[in-house]
């Protein structure tokens, strides 16, 4: 009977739990008890969800002994497992938000919610899993008020430049580059690699900057590399293999096209067709490659596809020692052969706590690039090229014909040739970073910090230009003398720059009631060192000599150059932060700065800042307002300055030393005035005041930040030319000295946008941003309309603009021309109209004006983020407006010195289609060409664009099949960079927005890879 009972109990028990049932329930909020609409209840480890309505109810079907999963953007999740309850009613409490994150500022950190400067954070994921050549393309679209102007170019150069809040003066406006404590320049942010990145604090105005005080006119980003943490040590290994192509070659025409075109061209001039009928049926008919081929250079050229990798490395943990230490092996081919760059990271950061007093650390990073490269051609030469040169003859021998005739000139360009036969470089760069750290604890709330660092950073550069053999004429066989190379020679260039680097700060910090107060002063002591030394010689024995050694001693063959220069910083600095309740935040700084560049009595400048902060949501009165979660107002100003315009010596005369003179056919060495010292010269400063908002809705789903600000350069440092009577040496700038004379203002407006949600297990984010930024040239001490190239600085006008004359369609018939103001004489119809902008009846230098401006200064961007069970999406979209480039010469003219042409060029003026307004006017060889290839905005082409940056799509294992084998994570990704483009040109369609302003260019680059990341 015993039994029976025991398995009917059994037989209950497993039927009361196997039995599914409708549980009802509510969620609310656990501070305020509020429900909660939206919130997300699933039962763990199923597809099974419901969501709450909008008095937070909610009903779902569940099996005793199963766990309700209870989650909500902005609140901690909850589970809870089920057994007999009918009803359940849930409270959320509200997660740790980003109000309570802390950033990184100069010297210190701040709680997010507490600051008043224009802050913004970057975060690993943010910059993870795309596959670009430095972490400075990574950053591109990301955040509001930082410019990435990623220009193409070959290995090693395409690296990319920062800027935030617009060009701030008339020359480099780099912003200050700050890697755990220690400045560092460009080139090395530009190499760090994104995996060793923990965040990125970007410092916009000068309450937040102010601290750097002349380094940081510009803005600083403060890079935090990732640190050990306490627990057993935890390995990782992410790696790519990616795929290079180019987002677009110039489309240039077949040899069909490119003859006739040149025929109509010369018939145009008034000269005889350059083929004849019979030489267009061959051409055609491909009968002769020898003398008429149909060559697309530029697939003969750059392969099709380049590979790219890397694999990095990392291992972290620790318990009193705490430890990260990481190693990155990246490799980049080029679409060039036989070009190729290697470089190898390494960075270790340990920390060690000796008690709860004294904390050690050290922070050492290594970085080595090496890029090699055969031979020596330019892309002017390849855009040079016609389909009619010939590569290769069937012989064997380099082409030297060129549409049935030798061409010397072309013969010598070619780029195959010069690939193979030209030479060779070698260029190496090493940086080796290392510092210490010591934080001593002397109470609870003061400590002492101090930070000592050495870095040093050496390249070598070797190049050897060979011996070349002339091309052999294809028709008569005999060398054309012109195409040789000789002697040959070796060039070695040496540069080294050594910096150390003492800085040490106290902080005191202390709750007093409602009251808050922190304080921080400290100094930075810095001396640099920078030697260059070059050596090179001629008429080596052998092409295959790699020592300089080898070359000639002959006094002609020998030549060197060499530098050194020497500087010192000295700095005292202090900030205060204080608030009442958590309400009303103030924070001011100060910084004096020594330089050696300057003379003794103007080598100080003072930089202060003072911001406020009021936060509006702490307030009694917003209490009730439930949606409202964070409400905070901002304002700033302060002064920065900038010293990187100032030469290392310039307020000293200069003296120039070589040959003076010959004498009975002798030279004889001398010293003479070179340049002229400005003892006065002093500090370019940046005034800057901001405005901002930040705001939190829906438990910070969504998030909003705003800025406005006025940024105005004050002295900026100018070249101004000294009198000839002076008896200067003349040419590169020994007749210019440095001067204080200038004043750019640059207003603007920055706005960002965040929205989090989930619905189930799909979660997601979405983020935008834009930044508007106005510039001018407000003042140039009398020395207005600077003209350099295709720019003009001028007052009242933005940095960039472009001066030259202004199209106005083209001419449709000798009338129109009769009517018009005299351009010259050789204008006929189909050639570009100028304006006539003072209206004398004559076309001239006067006519020039501004016609747009290169620098993008309305730049916007998007990110998307989702996840759903294992998968994950990113998505970056980046973009400018307002922007335009000028190609010029072989980039879009067509047979510019002898060049081909492009499909475009199909779409010109002619007498059967007079259109004032095509896209090309008439064709005409190069030299007959001038009046139409004057600088004038007809060159210039819209470069706005929108372009998703970069796509990845991801896949990680469950955990639960993972860590059978001892894994944490696998995840399997594939990603693209820059794989759509929406463009804004509808004439020129195949140059890539994001060239600069010449006459060619090296491919930007799409890159499509696949990506592995473990951690075990």
Do not use: C
């Not at 109810?57 to 809870?80: A, C, H, M, Q, R």
């Not at 067709?273 to 002769?288: C, D, M, T, V």
């Not at 910084?591 to 930089?607: M, T, Y």
């Not at 109209?833 to 747009?852: A, F, L, M, P």
Request: no cysteine; proline share 3%; glycine share 10%.
């Amino acid at each position: 009977m015993k039994n029976i009972l025991i398995v009917l109990v059994t037989f209950f028990t497993w039927f009361s739990y196997g039995q599914e049932k409708q549980l009802n329930g509510t969620v609310t909020d656990f501070e305020t008890g509020v429900p909660i609409p939206g919130a997300n209840v699933s039962v763990h480890g199923t597809t099974k969800g419901v969501v709450t309505d909008f008095d937070g109810k909610f009903n779902i079907d569940v099996n005793p002994g199963e766990s309700l999963l209870i989650t909500y953007i902005g609140y901690k999740e909850e589970k809870i497992l089920i057994n007999t309850q009918d009803v359940i009613n849930v409270k959320l409490k509200i997660s740790a938000s980003e109000l309570d994150e802390v950033v990184v500022v100069g010297y210190g950190t701040q709680k997010k919610e507490n600051l008043t400067g224009a802050v913004s954070q970057i975060k690993t994921n943010e910059i993870a899993g795309k596959s670009t050549t430095s972490l400075t393309n990574a950053l591109q679209g990301v955040s509001p008020g930082l410019t990435v102007i990623s220009r193409p170019g070959n290995v090693g150069s395409d690296l990319g430049s920062i800027n935030i809040r617009g060009r701030g003066n008339l020359g480099a406006s780099s912003p200050l580059y700050v890697v755990d404590g220690i400045p560092v320049s460009a080139s090395d942010f530009q190499r760090i690699n994104p995996s060793d990145v923990e965040s990125i604090s970007v410092l916009k105005d000068a309450a937040a900057a102010s601290i750097y005080g002349s380094r940081a006119a510009f803005g600083v980003l403060l890079v935090t590399t990732k640190k050990g943490a306490d627990g057993k040590a935890r390995f990782s290994y992410n790696t790519y293999y990616g795929v290079q192509t180019p987002t677009v070659l110039p489309k240039i025409l077949g040899s069909e096209d490119y003859a006739n075109l040149l025929n109509e061209a010369n018939i145009n001039a008034g000269k005889t067709a350059i083929y004849s009928e019979e030489e267009l049926a061959i051409i055609k008919n491909g009968s002769q490659p020898d003398l008429y081929p149909d060559n697309d250079w530029y697939d003969l050229v750059y392969r099709s596809s380049a590979p790219m990798t890397e694999h990095n490395f990392s291992v972290s943990g620790g318990g009193d020692t705490r430890y990260f230490v990481s190693g990155t092996f990246f490799d980049q081919s080029s679409l060039i052969p036989d070009t190729e760059l290697e470089r190898y990271s390494f960075r270790a950061n340990t920390e060690r706590d000796f008690g709860d007093i004294f904390t050690l650390g050290t922070n050492i990073s290594y970085i080595r690039e090496d890029i090699e490269r055969a031979g020596n051609f330019s892309i002017t030469d390849l855009n040079r090229m016609t389909p009619l040169t010939v590569a290769n003859h069937s012989d064997g021998s380099w082409g030297s014909v060129t549409g049935g005739k030798v061409s010397s000139v072309l013969a010598e360009n070619n780029p195959l040739r010069k690939i193979a036969e030209y030479g060779r470089q070698n260029r190496q760069r090493e940086t080796f970073i290392g510092s210490v750290n010591a934080t001593l604890n002397l109470t609870d709330h003061f400590n002492l910090r101090g930070i000592g660092s050495y870095k040093s950073f050496t390249h070598e550069e070797n190049t050897f230009n060979n011996e070349v053999a002339p091309v052999v004429n294809f028709v008569t066989k005999e060398p054309i003398n012109s195409t040789a190379v000789t002697p040959n020679n070796m060039t070695v260039r040496w540069n080294k720059n050594n910096t150390l680097m003492l800085q040490g700060f106290a902080t005191y910090e202390r709750d007093f009631g409602k009251h808050y107060l922190k304080a921080m002063a400290g100094f930075q002591y810095e001396a640099s060192t920078y030697k260059y030394l070059e050596a090179s010689r001629k008429e080596f024995p052998s092409n295959e000599l790699g020592a300089i050694n080898g070359g000639s001693n002959a006094a002609e063959n020998l030549g060197n150059a060499g530098l050194v220069e020497e500087e010192a910083f000295m700095s005292e600095f202090g900030r205060i932060n204080y608030s009442y309740n958590d309400k009303y935040l103030f924070e001011a700084n100060i910084r004096h700065d020594q330089s050696s560049r300057f003379s003794s009595d103007n080598r100080s400048g003072v930089f202060p800042s003072f911001s406020a902060a009021w936060r509006i949501s702490q307030e009694s009165f917003m209490e009730n307002l439930t949606w409202l979660n964070n409400l905070k107002l901002r304002a700033s100003w302060g002064e920065l300055g900038n010293v990187n315009n100032v030469g290392y010596y310039d307020y000293y005369d200069a003296l120039g030393t070589g040959t003076a003179t010959i004498m009975g056919n002798t030279r004889v060495d001398g010293v003479w005035p070179y340049k002229q010292a400005n003892p006065n010269l002093g500090w370019e400063t940046v005034v800057m005041s901001n405005i901002g908002l930040d705001a939190g809705f829906f438990r910070n789903a969504l998030s909003v930040q705003v800025d406005v600000f006025n940024k105005v350069t004050e002295d900026i440092l100018l070249e101004v030319p000294q009198p000839l009577e002076l008896g200067l040496e003349e040419g590169d700038d020994g007749n210019i000295i440095s001067a204080n004379a200038g004043e750019v203002s640059n207003k603007g407006l920055e706005f960002m946008l965040t929205y989090r949600g989930e619905i189930k297990d799909f979660k997601y984010s979405l983020t935008g941003n834009f930044s508007k930024i106005w510039n001018e040239v407000t003042d140039l001490n009398g020395m207005d309309d600077q003209i350099n190239s295709y720019w003009i600085n001028r007052v009242g006008e933005a940095i960039g603009s472009f001066y030259m004359y202004e199209a106005d369609g083209l001419f449709v018939n000798q009338a129109e021309i009769d009517a018009h103001a005299t351009q010259d004489a050789a204008t006929s119809p189909g050639d570009i109209r100028y304006k006539d902008i003072n209206e004398d009846g004559v076309i001239d230098g006067e006519d020039r004006t501004i016609v747009g401006n290169d620098v993008p200064y309305f730049t916007y961007g998007m990110n998307f983020n989702a996840s759903y069970k294992g998968f994950d999406l990113t998505v970056q979209g980046q973009g400018v407006a307002d922007v335009m480039v000028y190609l010029d010469s072989e980039a879009s003219q067509a047979f510019f010195n002898g060049a081909g042409a492009k499909e475009y060029h199909l779409k010109r003026w002619t007498v059967d289609n007079p259109n004032p307004n095509a896209a090309y006017p008439r064709l005409l060889p190069s030299g007959e060409n001038q009046h139409n290839q004057r600088l004038s905005s007809f060159w210039l082409y819209n470069a706005s664009y929108f372009r998703i940056k970069n796509l990845v799509l991801g896949y990680t294992i469950p955990t639960e099949a993972t860590q059978k084998f001892g894994v944490d994570k696998i995840r399997f990704y594939i990603s693209g960079t820059n794989l759509f483009t929406t463009r804004s040109d509808d004439r020129l369609d195949d140059f890539d927005p994001e060239f600069s302003s010449s006459r060619g260019s090296y491919p930007v680059i799409k890159v499509y890879s696949f990506g592995l990341n473990v951690n075990f």
